[in-house]
């Protein structure tokens, strides 16, 4: 069995930095882990920002310039710096991975909150 655990979540005022965790554990030879994305009750969940093995990154237009996104590929953790944090930034975040072949799908964590207060 394999799973992602977030951490690094809690409540910061505007301006404010967070950095989120995500740490795969169990069978992790299986899975790639891949990036981060968020959600608000009501809305579909979006993309924050994801990562190749090899480094290559790519960003939400609303995170560019603020938001950081690293990985240890040692420790099959991923990496979320997040400064000059906004208001609407405030959501779940989810860490997501991609099982490798012979497998498919993608795994999820279980989300870790973020609330920047103004």
């Known amino acids: 069995q394999v799973q992602l655990v977030e951490s690094g979540g809690g409540l910061v005022q505007a301006g404010g930095s967070l950095r989120l965790s995500c740490a795969a554990s169990?069978?992790?030879?299986?899975?790639?882990?891949t990036g981060w994305y968020r959600q608000v009750p009501g809305q579909e969940r979006e993309l924050v920002a994801t990562?190749?093995?090899?480094?290559?990154?790519n960003y939400a237009d609303c995170v560019k310039g603020r938001f950081t996104i690293s990985r240890d590929n040692a420790k099959n953790t991923v990496y979320l710096q997040m400064n000059s944090l906004k208001p609407e930034d405030t959501a779940v975040y989810y860490c997501?991975?991609?099982?490798?072949?012979?497998?498919?799908?993608?795994?999820w964590g279980q989300g870790t909150q973020v609330t920047v207060s103004s």
């Open positions: 169990g069978s992790i030879f299986i899975i790639n882990p």
């Open positions: 997501s991975a991609i099982f490798l072949p012979p497998l498919r799908g993608t795994l």
């Open positions: 990562i190749t093995k090899d480094g290559s990154t």
